[in-house]
């Protein structure tokens, strides 16, 4: 039996959006199935030809909602989503099944009874690659394989854009019209993306495709700036939250907006056994921050982490398919004091824990000593590295000091050695900065990091306006997409202040889906600009419920129309409910065009040529009035 | 006897900001005193010191909200606002007062006894310059006559920053640490904004300083890219809304949150009497569209419109003290064709009416050929003119294109025109502009116009967010601010869908405050991160009320605090509720700080020192790792 399907307390949001269905594409390398979304949408009617009647073809978009918005398949959170990429992994023979967990306090946690109402039933067995063997894309990629996690990608990038340009047959030189961006990569392919230049990128170590071979439920997707923007929500499980279906429903609604990655930055008692039930009913890769865990295993107290807890920690969350790790590497010894006289100091969680404890025992940062250590661990799972900007600037006042400077060339150095493993890497990256000292960031970034894909938060504009900090962030964001970071860690309105709730949550990934898109525009990624386009015609020609549906949130845009003009038949009206049926200067428009042809003017070329004649003599005027 | 202070329906909102009061600094040239709002901050407690305190010096913000929060002024919507500027004009001795209203309109409406209820009861007679003279704040600039408006503008623009660092002793190092922006204007003077320098800068036609002589209860503010950026908010009258105090408090509102100008669209038939209950109640300047009004007069048939009709629009509201005029003189018949092939067609209102009137006719728009008669109205009343933009773009894909930029063409004209009859002038842009074709706006507008001030109405960067145009704009409006716009008119998120509401009105204002303070900050404006640096300091040392109280919407960030963590215990604890105790990053860098300084690294220099010898050793090691 099917799961319900709209939104109530506890339960998962499935309903589809509107005018809306799931597609799924054929690959022609490997047997996969790329799902999309296609929004329907209606005629063109011209006015004052009756009847007259031009089709619109239906718009394809990038869907990161999973299996969730498609009401064909039967989804129980208790059992978790369909294995998508089970076959795929296990038909490259280079994983073995374990017999069971491998970390200490996995298994404790699975001997200790009284957590059996919390555990998730259908828990399988982790795999581990083989002796020898390392199981990530980059590694594949680097002997020349195009694995089906790359065709996927390259198909879901595309977005089915080439195909829909065609079947608007003509239309295409307007709705397919594009400003040429001038920034996007040199490398990138005209128009259409093939699954042998998502190869190149990752093994070039420019893109990451973060999926732990144990979390085959998760949907491909890439990470590089010469694919389209991704962005990133936190979620994290609060005290009073009891439900399990409320803990997974964050992910759930986290992805209907646009997450392309969920961060899963929970606390307190039980985060092993919510870790699994999100990971198992998640369409989109899991990030997290182990040192968080691994300090709730010291009750919090920094100075008594050690390289063998955090050790464990990571096989524990790498065995449960957490598919990249934030690791502050790059937080050594030397450059805490740069910190000392900063107005914010250190204002990064996973930063200033081991700041404490190197501090606390006057040695390096163990993330650092062992990183050679974390990296064998990492491949056995292909989980990908994301390393973390622990020193990031957390006021205007502190942008671009030597202190995050100097971590940044450090994460550049700890790139060198994952790459050495074959281990997918992104750079963490700031915080706050003001709009004329953003260009540095990436330009450092690109220069130390050998164009490893940039992972920025925000960052923030300006600190005078919480309650905002999604806004003063999206600015930042935008700017920072355009000019190559890969992936944008949103920001709620609720930073600095409090705990985002699902409002919050769905606030900060819509602003940050615009930050993305206007990044892809500027750096005119292939057929970025066509919903754009599709939108703006069916707002000139008033149709509304298309512009809704096209729209990145439906439900606002239509609820914000039918505030001022609640009757269905304003749907259909053809003025603005701002202006009136004299005002509206979309209605003027069209009655310039009409006039214009029943006068002759049919033609652009005629029009001037008619209007030309006419003005000139008003330009002579005109010209003689400025004499 | 005073007003009600609290909101309510229909009342003015007068509520000072909490633990704030308005402070007068008086002049050194003129009898002026400048309103400017102090905001008092707590003390800093040192942990582990016992008792130890810092005082925190208040913080000089600019204030926009007028006298309606000075609650030692008494204030009857009614009477309207004390005329701060009515000696200031008269001591010009270059006005004279007429003996009633000149404008046909104007008479009829006095005329017709059953609009006394409707009617302000104290309208005084108007003032028009004495033949022959021109009361123009760039005719006096020329002259070299700096005005008190100039001088009021000096001590506004500076906020006290300089006696406020002066007062840090020391550690303005901190707080006043600034990164320098990198496009200020060249002729900015370094740190301190004199009387001759505003009145070089409007003399020069790269400010303006709208203020009609009928519009004396107006602070006088400037628009220029060599200060503050600023922001205007449109507002009109509902059907529905019925009491005038409505009508006012519309602007009240929208200048309390920060609107450095308003401009009134109001519609329908009583817009000649509500229009003088704003401007008599509006201590910022006041703008229209007076084509709105003349349609009005024509029942909507934009063919009926003639130039007598509108001069004598012009005058009728220049009499009553509108402050600024936008006038669509730059939609030239034969720019007409060059948008037929949009995508959005003409999206300016007024762009579109005038085009309708030009094929209706076959005529050159009376706007043009009418130019320097519309110079002559200007001039005698000192109403700027901003040149519309009628043909801006309503679509990404219609960005940069010809009709653009020819009608951008013809603007630069103009100006030339308006500023040989000194009359102040700035220049309406787009509109929908995808990032990267940002920058060009700017260039070109600064090339044609000669520099003359920019106005921009965002621009929005992607056009797939309805709901959410004021965030889609806002990019487009902080960049475009930094690159040189001098004001962003706002966009609420009720553009395209509906007409905005008080809440919709509110987050327009503050997403558009957080634009042109990010511009002041990228732009390195004296001063402009001062306050930054402050709310930073109260964030990072747990002073919740001053973050509070130093933000943009102190109620918004209170009650977003609130939600989470709402006992006032709270307002004081020294973590963030995001967090809890172990994890507050804060927090702990605190620890670090009080860790180091326990050890003898009180100071950076010997923290460096000492971490230094510690940390060679690890970097050694570090280093034979990746050997």
Redo the contacts between chains.
């Keep these: 039996m099917k799961t319900e399907k709209t939104p109530e307390a506890g339960a998962i949001t499935r309903t589809p959006f509107p005018n809306s269905r799931k597609i799924y594409v054929k690959g022609e390398i490997h047997d996969i199935s790329v799902a999309m979304r296609e929004i329907s949408l209606t005629d063109t009617r011209h006015h004052g030809r009756l009847g007259a009647a031009e089709k619109n073809a239906p718009v394809t978009v990038y869907d990161t909602s999973g299996p969730f918005t498609d009401p064909n398949i039967d989804i129980d959170v208790k059992k978790g989503l369909p294995a998508l990429r089970a076959e795929w992994i296990r038909n490259r023979q280079d994983v073995e099944e374990l017999p069971g967990i491998s970390s200490a306090y996995g298994k404790q946690r699975l001997s200790d009874t009284s957590l059996d109402h919390l555990r998730f039933a259908h828990i399988s067995k982790p795999l581990r690659a083989l002796p020898g063997q390392n199981v990530s894309q980059l590694h594949y990629a680097k002997k020349g394989i195009i694995t089906a996690e790359m065709e996927y990608i390259a198909i879901r990038e595309n977005q089915r854009i080439d195909q829909q340009m065609a079947e608007l047959n003509g239309k295409a030189g ?2 397919g ?3 040429a ?3 996007f990569g040199a490398n990138t392919p005209k128009g259409h993306i093939t699954p042998e230049f998502v190869r190149q990128e990752i093994a070039a170590g420019r893109a990451v495709l973060p999926n732990n071979i144990n979390h085959p439920e998760s949907e491909p997707m890439i990470i590089g700036r010469n694919f389209l923007v991704k962005i990133n929500a936190n979620i994290g499980n609060s005290a009073v939250s009891s439900s399990i279906e409320e803990e997974v429903e964050k992910a759930v609604w986290a992805c209907r907006w646009g997450a392309d990655t969920i961060m899963d930055l929970s ?1 307190g008692k039980n985060i092993h056994e919510t870790r699994e039930w999100i990971i198992r009913n998640s369409p989109v890769p899991i990030g997290t921050v182990p040192i ?1 865990q691994a ?1 709730e295993k010291v ?2 107290k ?1 100075e008594d982490l050690t390289w063998e807890l955090f050790r464990d920690t990571l096989i524990e969350q790498a065995e449960q398919g957490v598919d990249y790790f934030t690791i502050h590497a790059g937080v ?3 450059y ?6 900063r ?7 996973g ?3 081991m ?2 404890w190197c ?2 025992h ?3 940062n163990f993330l ?2 062992h ?2 250590d974390i990296c064998e661990i990492m491949k056995a799972y292909d989980v990908a590295f994301s390393l973390g900007d622990g020193l990031r600037p ?4 502190d ?2 000091d030597a202190a995050q400077f100097a971590e940044l060339e450090t994460l550049g ?1 700890l790139t ?2 994952a790459w050495k493993h074959d281990i997918q890497t992104i750079i963490e990256g700031p915080g ?1 900065v ?4 953003i260009k540095e960031n990436m330009e450092k970034q690109l220069e130390h990091c050998q164009e490893a894909p940039f992972y920025t938060l925000g960052p923030l ?8 900090d ?3 962030s ?2 930042g964001a ?2 920072i997409g ?1 000019f190559g970071t890969a992936m944008l860690c949103y920001v709620t ?2 930073e ?4 985002p ?1 699902k409002k919050d949550v769905k606030d900060g990934v ?2 940050y ?3 993305a ?3 892809d ?4 990624h292939p057929g970025a ?1 066509y ?3 599709a ?3 069916a ?2 020609e008033f149709r509304w419920e298309d ?2 549906n ?4 439906p439900d ?2 239509k ?3 039918d ?3 609640p009757a269905e038949g304003a749907k259909i009206a053809h003025f ?11 209605k ?6 009409e ?2 042809e029943s ?1 002759g ?1 049919g033609e ?1 070329e005629a ?2 040529e008619g ?2 004649a ?2 000139r003599e ?2 002579s ?2 010209s003689e ?2 004499l």
């Design positions: 307007t709705l019209h594009q400003h961006g001038h920034s606390t968080y300090l009750n919090g920094a050594l010894l030397r805490i004091p740069l910190t000392a006289k107005i914010t100091g250190i204002v990064s969680r930063g200033s824990i700041a404490k501090l606390a006057h040695k390096e650092y000593t990183f050679e957390g006021s205007i006042a942008a671009n150095e060198k050695i706050h003001p709009m004329h000292l504009t300006t600190d005078i306006a919480p309650g905002y999604h806004i003063t999206a600015i935008a700017m355009w309105p609720k600095h202040l409090g705990l709730n819509i602003t889906k615009i930050a898109h206007a990044a525009l500027a750096k005119g600009q919903r754009d386009n939108l703006s015609k707002r000139f512009q809704f096209l729209s990145l949130d606002t845009a609820e914000f129309h505030e001022t003009l603005c409910s701002m202006c009136g049926p004299n005002f509206c200067s979309m003027i428009t069209q009655d310039v065009r006039y214009a006068n003017f652009e029009i001037s209007m030309l006419k003005s008003f330009t005027k005109g009035i400025y």
